[in-house]
């Protein structure tokens, strides 16, 4: 059937969307740190389906393994070294939609097309914005996917994957506490010390830590304590080359979170990329669902919609550090 309005296609709301989509997730993770960073370095994985994120832990070496000489009885225990972390997939939407009296007070596919991709911009900015708050936070929302404060717990303590940390230590990530087991809260002159005694920890699993996001309290002090060592000319790195506020640390860039986009205060995440990771559903990357008109509404609505979580598979070399 041709469209009332000539200059108005019926399909217009969702090739507008189409028109921006195809880049509008990876845009969107470039604007936060720790998904730009894991973006970088292959990390952010879609999956083809489940019920479930699984993924398969090697928690344990194969405790056969024995010296003998002749014909010595070998070791024939059975060996549990295998287990999984398990994380549930959490379900994101957000709607862009236009009614029948904007259709045609923005007469002409031109101006159309200008209203709707503005609306569709502003999606894009409303996802990024509460996307980037939902990835640094605890998790304990309805429907929020795991954030860092629940992925890298301030004291090893909690549920992470379906394995208790109490139970098991190899669900528990690093952490160093200043005030705790520095005897001292944190301070300029005391962050780079602290920043080494957790590094020590990580290097004890062959971390390779590649940015450690910092709020404003901890990237304030480790300005003060290192800003009078840097070159004036320092290259910057991958992340600095985003446009983030950086510094170097060993291998690793300290990048600016500002607390308000929910970072703990005096907090350091530290990230290993090899074992964190961002997986979602493949056809559920901020995609784009079928065009509805509203039954009871002169309106039509679309909805772009991801699907997955943040996902850890060995928390011995993920870190945090704060003032606990």
């Known amino acids: 059937m041709t469209s009332p309005n000539a200059n108005f296609q019926g399909d217009l709301l969702a090739t507008t969307i189409q028109m921006l989509e195809d880049d509008i997730f990876d845009n969107i993770l470039r604007k936060n740190a720790t998904t730009a960073l894991l973006e970088m370095e292959g990390s952010v994985v879609g999956i083809d389906g489940g019920i479930s994120i699984a993924i398969p832990i090697m928690y344990a070496e194969n405790g056969s393994y024995k010296r003998y000489s002749g014909a010595e009885q070998l070791n024939t225990s059975s060996n549990e070294t295998f287990s999984v972390f398990q994380y549930e997939p959490k379900q994101i939407a957000i709607n862009t939609q236009i009614n029948g009296r904007e259709k045609y007070q923005n007469m002409g596919r031109s101006q159309n097309r200008d209203l709707l991709k503005s609306r569709v911009?502003?999606?894009k900015y409303?996802?990024?914005?509460?996307?980037?708050?939902?990835?640094?936070?605890?998790?304990?929302?309805?429907?929020?996917?795991?954030?860092?404060?629940?992925?890298?717990s301030d004291n090893g303590s909690g549920t992470v994957g379906g394995v208790s940390r109490t139970t098991f230590s190899f669900a528990k990530n690093q952490f160093y506490r200043a005030t705790t087991d520095g005897g001292v809260a944190l301070s300029a002159s005391n962050i780079v010390t602290y920043m080494d005694q957790l590094d020590v920890l990580l290097q004890t699993w062959k971390a390779k830590t590649k940015a450690i996001i910092s709020d404003n309290t901890s990237f304030v002090y480790y300005e003060s304590a290192v800003h009078p060592l840097q070159r004036i000319n320092q290259e910057k790195g991958a992340l600095g080359k985003l446009g983030f506020r950086t510094y170097q640390y060993k291998d690793a860039e300290v990048v600016f979170e500002p607390n308000a986009s929910g970072m703990p205060t005096a907090t350091q995440y530290w990230i290993d990329p090899e074992v964190l990771e961002l997986r979602y559903y493949v056809g559920r990357k901020l995609n784009q669902l079928p065009t509805r008109n509203s039954f009871n509404q002169d309106a039509e609505i679309s909805y772009l919609a991801w699907m997955g979580n943040l996902t850890?598979?060995?928390f011995r070399r993920l870190g945090v550090l704060n003032n606990d």
Do not use: H
Not at 126 to 151: R, V
């Open 312 to 314: 850890a598979k060995n």
């Open 126 to 152: 409303t996802f990024e914005n509460n996307f980037n708050i939902d990835l640094l936070s605890d998790g304990l929302l309805p429907n929020q996917i795991n954030g860092l404060q629940q992925l890298i």
């Open 121 to 123: 911009t502003n999606a």
